[in-house]
């Protein structure tokens, strides 16, 4: 099965503030990678597919890139609706693995 | 508008059975492969199991394989999940979601919370 660790696996981070999130695969898995954003007691929301591609009605501040072992989330200016956990998944191989999840919080 | 809808879960004893449904809508249900997905409790998600758009393909995680299987009734539009043999690591809420191959899976439905418990 491919591996998907994600980091930091917490941050804090304040409004305005520009975020990095990354997802690393035990191995490559091309571009075939999602990320989505999931908030307390909903169903997770796809964000970005083909490591770099964002989802129709997604906010451009949330920009994925990447290839191979290595891809990142960034979100720009961070707002208040933007504090959650966010989780990548690679598309490449059953089983489909989730990352561990990136939760972002409010300092 | 697409939905997808989750239903089935509740309280059950370790050891015992129980039969999650899957119900979607607003879109061709038949053109689509479906997941399940899930969370316990303050966890992180867990892919649990698909099935192919035609029924024929199916996978199922380590964890659950033997224990459950999925089938689907596109003429009910429905993907159902039997989960047989559970156990308290089974806790969890179930989402199923729609599988657009290698674009991710875009839509998901609320999810059903299956607790087993003594």
């Known amino acids: 099965d491919i591996q998907l660790t994600q980091s930091p696996s917490f941050l804090s981070a304040s409004v305005g503030d520009r975020v990095t999130v990354t997802c690393r695969a035990s191995q490559g898995i091309s571009t075939d990678l999602a990320w989505y954003q999931q908030k307390p007691g909903e169903a997770p929301k796809l964000l970005i597919y083909?490591?770099?591609t964002l989802q129709g009605g997604v906010s451009s501040r949330f920009s994925g890139s990447g290839s191979g072992t290595e891809f990142t989330l960034t979100i720009n200016s961070l707002q208040p609706e933007d504090f959650a956990t966010y989780y990548c998944q690679q598309l490449n191989y059953l089983p489909l693995t989730f990352g561990g999840g990136t939760k972002v919080e409010i300092k | 508008q697409v939905q997808l809808v989750e239903s089935g879960g509740g309280v059950v004893q370790p050891g015992r059975s129980l039969r999650l449904s899957c119900a979607g809508s607003g879109f061709t249900f038949r053109s689509f492969a479906i997941h399940w997905v899930r969370q316990a409790p303050g966890r992180g998600l867990e892919w649990v199991a698909v099935?192919?758009?035609?029924?024929?393909?199916?996978q199922f995680a380590d964890s659950v394989k033997g224990r459950f299987t999925i089938s689907r009734d596109d003429s009910k539009a429905t993907v159902s999940l039997q989960m047989n043999s559970l156990t308290v690591e089974d806790t969890a809420v179930y989402y199923c979601a729609r599988y657009t191959g290698y674009y991710g899976f875009d839509y998901w439905g609320q999810g059903t919370l299956v607790t087993v418990s003594s």
């Open positions: 083909s490591a770099s």
């Open positions: 099935i192919s758009s035609d029924g024929t393909g199916k």
